[in-house]
């Protein structure tokens, strides 16, 4: 964790909940649960449909931010079905989450993914670069292909705007969508978050100590506090635990708590 940098916990809702009056629900009950949170950067991702109403319900509290789970690389035209990133920042959305392992089970690519962060960035939002690997060997073979996403994803990106980049390691073996899952530890975070900045800033240079890079994998109010404290990271990214608001208000509360 950087000096100076907040830390923050992002919410992925994926596909859920399937009303928007649960939708509103749940934001409601994160904003009554978050009120007092001062230094602790709180961002939810809806489904796209959602995003208008709860922006009207976000305004009583700004410290929480809305983000859309993806965006288009083309700023507008036929292309039936995509959302463009001007069009979700029109909607004054801040953040996308971007490169996520269930759209690149789908088949979304490296190249796709560093096609929709430079239009997302063009158009004005931060996005949340998620990448990590399938699985662990060995061999330690998954630090090159998280390096191989990362620097694909990445390339052409200028030094200026990398700082706008929040990235996500997302193992994908602990996601709690993944068959068989098992849990990361924060020794595992670790040497990936201090791996991906060494990589950040070859790259990128001091420009990259700006960046901040967050963990996601099945992350709850149990484990939140070890990984924010000795993971090496600045934040969490939930998918589950978002869904709960009492459960994602804790890790809320666990992170301003780690940040005293
Ligand atoms: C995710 O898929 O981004 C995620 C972090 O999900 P979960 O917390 O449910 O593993």
New binding site residues.
């Given amino acids: 964790m950087q000096k100076g940098k907040d830390k923050i916990i992002i919410g992925?809702w994926?596909m859920n909940p399937p009303t928007l009056k649960e939708a509103e629900m749940l934001f409601f009950n994160v904003r009554q649960g978050t009120s007092s949170i001062k230094k602790t950067e709180i961002v939810i991702c809806p489904p796209f449909l959602y995003l208008e109403k709860l922006k009207s319900a976000s305004r009583r509290n700004k410290k929480i931010s809305l983000g859309a789970q993806d965006a288009f690389w083309e700023g507008g035209g036929a292309f039936t079905g995509e959302i463009s990133g001007e069009m979700i920042y029109n909607l004054g959305t801040k953040y996308v989450i971007l490169g996520?392992?269930?759209r690149r089970a789908l088949g979304e690519t490296d190249m796709m993914v560093n096609k929709k962060i430079k239009a997302s960035l063009a158009a004005g939002l931060t996005p949340i670069l998620?990448v990590g690997e399938a699985a662990r060997d060995e061999s330690h073979s998954y630090f090159n292909l998280v390096k191989i996403q990362l620097e694909e994803c990445l390339h052409g990106i200028k030094k200026d705007l990398i700082s706008k980049v929040i990235l996500?390691y997302?193992p994908v073996w602990?996601?709690?969508?993944t068959p068989n899952r098992h849990d990361a530890t924060s020794g595992d975070c670790r040497e990936m978050a201090i791996f991906l900045r060494k990589i950040l800033s070859d790259k990128f240079g001091s420009d990259a100590s700006k960046m901040s890079i967050i963990y996601?994998?099945?992350?709850n109010e149990k484990d939140a506090f070890e990984f924010l404290k000795n993971g090496g990271i600045d934040g969490l990214?939930?998918?589950?635990?978002s869904l709960d608001a009492k459960k994602f208000t804790e890790i809320i509360k666990i992170c301003e708590a780690s940040s005293k």
């Fill in positions: 992925n994926k996520h392992s269930e998620c996500a997302e602990a996601i709690s969508s996601g994998g099945s992350v990214l939930a998918g589950k635990a």
